[in-house]
């Protein structure tokens, strides 16, 4: 059986071409991270899992289940943490989890639902008066209802803090330790860095990397992150990092203070000092290491972005 199968998806709105001929499949017992850029498709790829649109050409299927025909059974067995909030302003916390577990006919413990995503102190509060990352808890806790076979997040650290973010990761794990498949959406990478077993790169609603983690990596053997720490910042320091970003091979430079984090290729790595030099900076320190899975989204998904190329 395959959780997630799509096969030659395409999704026009318009003329505006959200999908162009997906092919994407998720195995049971999968934590699948999709990545994208605004505006690659992961929610058009989500809403046509799910059946809230149709596909312009392709087939989807959820559970070896047509997508269009078996929509019941199919939301039936998913958990759904949709972009975006939508509560109801008026309804308690608790109000929102009992609602979900009858629309399911599961038999679920609604204060343990709270309980287990950090909020059984707001149970009996309306959700209108719920901070962001309280709502997105909320939903979580919706999404959890029926021990779902198939979770499906969609950016769900929006909104969380730290703890939060990583409370969430936890919950993540535990139902994919009781048998769930996981697919969730996000362009925040540390996150899909911490859990994922695979992960899918959208550009442009097509997918142009597909791998683990690590052999996301071993594709592009020459990328490394070069920290470079600077007696001062430059007086121009704009310029110095436009200067610095627009040689051949960095894919991006990110200020930390006095330091500099450079993702580039290895070859690119002496012209970067060289450059950095030229903004009357002495460079006190530098370190390189392993890059981060954030460092190879960039090149992904970047135009001037390194050498990434399709490894599908
Ligand atoms: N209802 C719609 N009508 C017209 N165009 C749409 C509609 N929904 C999405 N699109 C377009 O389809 C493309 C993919 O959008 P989608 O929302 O799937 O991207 P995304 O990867 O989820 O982005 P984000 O990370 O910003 O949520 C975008 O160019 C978007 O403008």
Redesign the pocket.
């Known amino acids: 059986m395959t959780t997630i199968d799509l096969s030659g998806v395409t999704?026009r709105?318009?003329t505006?071409?959200?999908?162009d001929g997906l092919d994407l499949t998720v195995e049971p017992g999968e934590i699948y991270g999709f990545l994208?850029?605004?505006?690659?498709?992961?929610?058009?790829?989500?809403?046509l899992v799910l059946d809230f649109?149709r596909p312009t050409d392709g087939e989807v299927r959820v559970f070896d289940l047509d997508a269009q025909t078996n929509t019941i059974e199919i939301r039936d067995r998913t958990g759904i943490l949709p972009?975006g909030v939508s509560l109801y302003d008026r309804l308690t916390g608790r109000q929102h989890v009992e609602f979900a577990i009858e629309s399911k006919d599961a038999d679920d413990d609604p204060d343990a639902l709270l309980e287990r995503v950090g909020i059984a102190d707001a149970a009996e509060k309306k959700a209108g008066g719920y901070s962001k990352g309280m709502a997105q808890r909320l939903m979580l806790a919706t999404a959890l209802v029926g021990e779902p076979d198939l979770l499906i997040l969609?950016?769900p650290s929006t909104g969380l803090d730290p703890n939060g973010a990583r409370e969430m990761r936890e919950i993540i794990r535990e139902e994919n330790a009781r048998g769930a498949t996981v697919f969730f959406?996000s362009?925040v990478l540390g996150q899909v860095e911490a859990v994922c077993d695979r992960v899918g790169i959208?550009r442009d609603?097509d997918l142009i990397a597909e791998d683990t983690v690590d052999g996301l990596r071993d594709s592009m053997p020459n990328q490394t992150r070069l920290r470079v720490t600077l007696d001062r910042i430059p007086d121009d320091s704009s310029a110095a990092l436009a200067g610095i970003e627009s040689i051949a091979g960095v894919s991006s430079v990110t200020p930390e203070g006095r330091t500099l984090v450079v993702a580039c290729e290895d070859h690119a790595k002496t012209t970067v000092l060289r450059t950095i030099e030229e903004y009357d900076v002495s460079i006190e320190d530098f370190e390189t290491d392993e890059s981060s899975l954030e460092d190879l989204f960039v090149a992904y998904t970047s135009d001037t972005g390194g050498s990434a190329g399709v490894v599908r």
């Open positions: 999704k709105y318009g505006e071409r959200a999908l994208g850029p605004n505006g690659a498709g992961k929610s058009t790829t989500i809403n649109i972009e969609d950016e959406s362009h959208l609603g």
